[in-house]
């Protein structure tokens, strides 16, 4: 939700009456509050490898940028979350058309709504970690898929035909039809491998001395796999 004005980022939360002036104070700058996690929940933070820090200092202010736009995402998240809730209790609402009618139905495990909610403490935020992860991923994708595919006009031709053929001109495609769409998914699968989301995996510590493909790997080391490296390496 960006609205762009000036050389500013002006958020659309704050239209909905959501206030996020302790982030902007923090960084000079109009951010969305769930941009704003993206560019610092990857960010170096110094506490990441000392824990023993964390909650006794904050010398680069991150963990405070973090919380603020976490609570900003609360303020407008928790209210639409319990009314869908309360929707439910009351019979209001007896199908699952969304994420979160999945998620509030989901019986295995039964989910708390404080487990779908973003906990200010950041931890088991299932709801939030779902939206982050779609708000420029699935985008991104099929940008490059459609680029990839325009560029080899032989296999968009075949592409295209698989869609005429499995779902037809007059509807949408359904997820029904996936198991039988299987050359695009191939292609999908291709457009990964060349271009990964993220350049690097998400950071892992090994918990145990070990060896990985010859590589000695000492516990409590930090291990980032390029993903770009892999996908374009012949020799994996």
Known sequence: MIYKQDDGIWSGWERLGVSCDPVRLSLGVSYDPVRLSLKYFNAFCISDYFPWLRGKTDFDGHEKIIRNAIECVRKY?????????????????KQELDLLDILIKHDQPKLTPQD???PSYCKNYIH???MLATID???NAVEWVMREMMSKPTILKRAVEELDKVVGCNRLVEESDLPQ?????????ESFRLHPFAPFNVPHCS???????GYFIPKGSHVLLSRLGLG???NV
């Open 77 to 93: 998240h928790d209210p639409l979350i319990d009314e869908r809730i309360q929707m439910w209790n009351n019979g209001e609402r």
């Open 116 to 118: 779908i909610k973003v």
């Open 128 to 130: 939030y970690e779902l």
């Open 207 to 213: 918990e145990k001395d070990t060896v990985v493909a």
């Open 181 to 189: 769409l299987n050359y695009i998914k191939a292609c999908i699968k």
């Open 232 to 234: 374009r390496n012949p």
């Open 137 to 139: 991923n699935p985008s």
